[in-house]
């Protein structure tokens, strides 16, 4: 059955979760971690709930989903040697440098790639296994036959995908909002939530929340999930407390185990106005995705305003109201924005409920039932035992000697060893130098050699206990003197690129028609390819085209396997293929070769630290779109039916008094800030098609 993975944004969270019906928890720590501003886990923390999820069969996954810059390789190298002694069933990375770390240096860190790294085609899924993933987070903006598509072609990788909680408007690691306006990187886990604040729409003059989506409520979609064999089902949420990981826990572990009835108690704990996400998405008529006028939770309809008097509304209650739950009506505000006004539920004798001032409702108004006075998730004891430090050992029996050899330490011994009827000493043997005592490590018997000339053997429980013991003594003295050390060599060359904004489309930094700079065609991939044979059929088609050398900018890591399949043309790493580190851009030489020619510097950072394979290209003067969406601007966020779209317009916001773009093109969208007086080709002030 599909696993159900839910956030813990802290211990108790993960208990909750556990306690509730997960199979698995995800979590970071204090440092690296996409969501900076959860609780998230000390090292006391990871070892309990690693004792935890052993002793009872669920699995623990640590996100270390944030990109890192030189300067901080070595912190991060100190972090994963950490996380490394508990064994977590895996880790989950957006940066590429640190994943060849991992599989350097950390080989019982099972890598799984984070949905930072925007993977949503069957090229990126192919790609990260090749790397050495094991398992991948899609994208959130793929439907169902998307998922079912990747799933039939990449039989052999571990595939999760979310069905709860809140939508970004771009996607995962593409999304610069937050940095361009306020300096806070999401790529280092400081989202600002730019895409919830309002911005007008210079067309109607209305002020709106056009890039606030619905939060994701994929339902029996679990289902359907579990029978075209995905892996894992991820619940969005380390920011939620208790009671929101609870219920929502409840809800799809009722889901996976055929009840369908009766749980939306969640609804209460969270939820903004929700929808199936990209699911069910068809392309144009789909249902619309944004909620744009009213951002925040709005739980479960309670009723509709059917008389008020002074301040008591009438009205028949559509689900359960005690007194002291969470009751809200909006004030709509005309066309603009709306407002919440929240009281407390107090029933009166004559069955009306009351309002907290005389201000008169809409006719039909509803209201909205947004807590649960009596849901109170009972907090969990953390006082729960520590999981050891774990450390490889390899076992030789022989014929008179038990040999141990771990972390640089190798120690013979000879117990009584003698010949055995049962098959079964080798396992009881494994079990008994596993087990936890005394100290502060424990034994995991990777190899076992067993060259016992009579095969079958017996110990004695006692004498292999004390073979532990002693063994793991002396393992407690011997400090781990892993350090991360540069592999990465001087610089060998490599092409300084032209400034960014001359390589970029008229509304994109993305062109693949090409700019021909100092007699090269430079073309610039999307990052976001979903028909991959559609795409690469007419990138092919240009390029035998091309009379100059090529030199094509790659922003995906899926799009390395073209680059793999071409090696005649020049490659560099553009904007979205994240350089942010030495070892980053040392794993893409060995993958490309003289192929490789350059790349753009990690966007957000102006310095690196040598040393580098190659001398990367800082990006200035250079500010890259907001947003990139597969949420339509013209028809999620003003409402337009898609019945005679143009299918590329451009439209006009502001905010604060700075003026952005909305570039629409084939159902997605661009938001850049305004490059110049009118955002239409011809100054109009009116959204038409591009030509």
């Known amino acids: 059955m599909i696993e159900l993975a839910i956030p813990a944004g802290s211990l108790e969270n993960a ?26 886990f000390s090292f006391e923390d990871l070892a309990k709930i690693k004792r935890y999820a052993g002793d009872n069969g669920k699995r623990i996954y640590v996100t270390v989903n944030t990109l890192v810059d030189d300067k901080n390789l070595d912190k991060a190298f100190e972090l994963l040697k950490r996380i490394e002694y508990y064994r977590p069933d895996g880790v989950i990375i957006q940066d590429l440098g640190l994943a060849g770390m ?61 069905i709860h909680g809140a939508m970004c408007y771009g996607f995962s690691g593409l999304c610069m909002a937050s940095f361009l306006k306020t300096g806070r990187s999401a790529n280092e886990g400081e989202c600002a939530q730019i895409c919830r604040t309002w911005f007008t729409d210079e067309e109607s003059g209305r002020k709106l929340h056009p890039f606030s989506l619905k939060d994701l409520e994929a339902g029996e979609a ?99 109201i005690k007194d002291h739950d969470g009751l809200m009506y909006i004030k709509k505000g005309g066309p603009d924005l709306c407002e919440a006004v929240r009281f407390s539920a107090k029933r009166l004798e004559d069955g009306s409920f009351l309002l907290p001032s005389e201000e008169r409702l809409e006719a039909d108004a ?132 032209p400034p960014r904004t001359v390589i970029s489309g008229a509304h994109t930094p993305f062109q693949t028609e090409g700019v021909v700079v100092d007699g090269r065609l430079y073309i610039t991939l999307d990052p976001v390819i979903y028909d991959e044979e559609e795409y690469y059929g007419k990138l092919e088609d240009r390029l035998k085209e091309a009379r100059l ?20 043309h020049g490659y560099f790493a553009d904007i979205y293929l994240y350089l942010s580190n030495r070892e980053c851009a040392s794993l893409l030489a060995s993958l490309l070769g003289n192929s490789l020619k350059g790349g753009y510097l990690w966007l957000e950072r102006d310095v690196y630290v040598d040393p580098w394979p190659f001398e990367p290209t800082i990006v200035r003067d250079f500010t890259p779109p907001l947003f990139i969406s597969r949420s339509c601007y013209r028809h999620d966020s003003l409402g337009h039916d898609c019945k005679g779209c143009l299918r590329e317009y451009v439209f006009q916001l502001s905010q604060n008094g700075e003026r952005y773009e909305a570039y629409v093109k084939d159902c997605c969208t661009y938001v850049s800030r305004k490059k110049q007086p009118s955002g239409f080709p011809d100054g109009s002030e009116s959204p038409k098609r591009l030509r």
């Open 549 to 568: 050398p090529v030199m094509i900018g790659l922003n995906n890591i899926g799009q390395v396997m073209f680059a793999q399949k071409h090696p005649e």
């Open 222 to 320: 679990i289902i359907e999930l579990d029978e075209i064999a995905i892996d894992s089902a991820k619940v969005e949420g380390r920011l939620k407390g208790n009671s929101y990981v609870a219920s929502v826990t409840r809800f799809y572990r009722a889901l996976l185990d055929g009840k369908r009835d009766g749980l939306m108690a969640h609804r209460t704990t969270f939820s903004r106005e929700r929808g199936d996400g990209y699911l069910a998405y068809r392309g144009p008529g789909h249902e619309r995705l944004t909620t744009t006028l009213f951002t925040g939770h709005i739980g479960i309809p309670a009723g509709h305003a059917k008389k008020q008097v002074g301040r008591r509304l009438y009205m028949a209650p559509e689900c359960t």
């Open 102 to 162: 991992i599989k350097k240096n950390f080989p019982h860190l099972p890598l799984h790639g984070s949905t930072q790294l925007a993977i949503h085609n069957i090229g990126g899924v192919r790609m990260l296994h090749s790397l050495g993933f094991e398992r991948v987070v899609l994208a959130r903006e793929l439907s169902l036959e998307e998922i079912r598509t990747i799933r039939r072609a990449v039989p052999d990788v571990e595939l999760k995908v979310f």
């Open 15 to 40: 208990l909750v979760a556990f306690r509730n019906g997960a199979d698995a928890v995800y979590f970071g720590m204090k440092d690296f971690s996409a969501r900076k501003a959860a609780v998230n």
């Open 366 to 497: 509803t209201i909205y039932k947004v807590s649960d006075s009596s849901m109170n998730e009972k907090k969990p004891s953390t006082d729960i035992p520590e999981e050891k430090r774990l450390v490889s050992c390899n076992v030789e029996v022989g014929a008179g000697s038990v040999v141990l050899e771990a972390a640089g330490l190798k120690k013979t011994y000879t117990p009584q060893i003698v010949d055995s009827r049962n098959p079964g000493g080798k396992e009881k043997l494994k079990t008994l130098l596993g087990q936890r005592g005394e100290g502060g490590c424990a034994l995991v018997v990777d190899k076992f050699s067993n060259r016992y000339p009579g095969g079958s053997f017996f110990i004695n429980p006692k004498d292999a206990k004390a073979i532990r013991r002693d063994f793991c003594s002396m393992l407690d003295t011997i400090p781990d003197k892993r350090s991360y050390s540069c592999g990465v060599h001087g610089k060998e060359g490599g092409t300084i690129l």
